[in-house]
């Protein structure tokens, strides 16, 4: 029988609570760093820091460029001011159009501005997180981290990844349980790295759809197995499955031969 996405329940948010807590307190240093961007996966990690170790250790950095909606100004805002926790506004854009300038030849796609702009919010993070003694706290969700779709050194980096091994539809029940606004929960998931970009639209297929794949395929069943119990054809579980082997490079420390 194929396994089941288990739900997140309240002792799963006390446990990654203290886990976070544990994490940054081993570390030594005086606090955490969290890039916020609006999406929801940026916004557990922010309420779930500053219920760990105090709002008071919480910088919580908006980075927008030219492609950020309006509208995560104010959510963002919105959201550091009812937790108590600090916020700085630092536009990327400047930094990604002298880069852009620099490295882009006729062959560029949305893709390679994308990593430029994921790249530069990242020296952004690590900057701070060093003037002011700090970790940098990481986004990326176990469905983004499975089949690589991040920025390696840019979204993809930090010190401390709270949800490794939370799928996205768990961080949607997650965000349920800490009190994340509705509005940041039904909003579509977007990196934001150019206009208009969604993640569903990339990856070819909804986290609904996804999430009992990644779960499946980790849990070691086939792809026949998986298709009798999740209706998704075998071709998309196959692509999917060759997704996750082959972005293995992002998820480990770099080869020493």
């Not at 890039?35 to 940026?42: N, P």
């Not at 309420?47 to 760990?52: P, S």
């Not at 908006?62 to 805002?77: L, N, V």
């Not at 996804?210 to 086939?222: C, E, F, K, Q």
Request: charged residues 25%; negative net charge.
């Amino acid at each position: 029988m194929v396994s089941r996405l288990p739900k997140i329940t309240d002792s799963d948010v006390v446990s990654l609570t203290e886990r976070i807590r544990n994490a940054v307190g081993g570390t030594g240093c005086g606090g955490v760093v969290i890039g916020l961007s609006g999406g929801i996966d940026s916004a557990v990690v922010a309420k779930l820091c500053a219920d760990a170790i105090g709002p008071e250790n919480v910088l919580c950095v908006f980075m927008p460029s030219r492609a950020t909606p309006a509208g995560d100004y104010r959510i963002t805002k919105e959201l550091c001011d009812e937790w108590g926790v600090e916020y700085r506004i630092l536009d990327v854009q400047p930094a990604v159009d002298s880069l852009t300038a620099i490295l882009t030849a006729t062959t560029d796609t949305r893709l390679d501005r994308g990593n430029i702009v994921a790249r530069c919010r990242m020296i952004v993070l690590y900057n701070l997180a060093r003037k002011h003694d700090r970790v940098v706290m990481g986004a990326s969700n176990e469905s983004e981290i499975m089949i690589g779709y991040f920025t390696k050194f840019g979204d993809g980096a930090c010190d401390i990844s709270p949800l490794s091994g939370i799928y996205k539809t768990q961080v949607r029940q997650m965000a349920k349980l800490i009190g994340i606004p509705e509005e940041i929960i039904k909003r579509r998931p977007s990196a934001g790295l150019w206009e208009g970009q969604t993640d569903e639209e990339d990856i070819g297929i909804t986290y609904d759809a996804l999430d009992p794949v990644l779960y499946a395929i980790a849990s070691g069943h086939s792809d026949a197995e998986i298709h009798n119990a999740t209706n998704v054809s075998e071709d998309m579980i196959a692509a999917i499955r060759s997704r996750v082997v082959a972005n293995e490079h992002k998820r480990r420390l770099p080869v020493r031969p």
